[in-house]
């Protein structure tokens, strides 16, 4: 199962970058460990979105919880989970 991480940001741009550098080492690490395949903020600056690889929803849960944001309480995450049926080569 594939899984859309909305975040949503509950600061201000200023308080949520005092924990970016701590978010994107994690992203970095989670990205190389292939739990992660695409993320990055949305236009508006209110948040991101993160796209996992093929994680159980508890994981993919799991990961949201493990993110320097969420333990900062600066963002709420929701899951939309999917089956991923349709796929580009070698994913």
Known sequence: MFHVL????????????ETRPDHLDWLAREVESGRILLA?????QTGAVLVTGDLSAEEADALAAADPYSKAGVVSYARTSFNGAFRAPGL
């Not at 990055?40 to 508006?44: S, T, Y």
Request: charged fraction near 25%.
């Open 6 to 17: 909305t975040l949503t940001y509950l600061q201000p741009l200023d308080v949520i970058d």
């Open 40 to 44: 990055g903020r949305v236009e508006a």
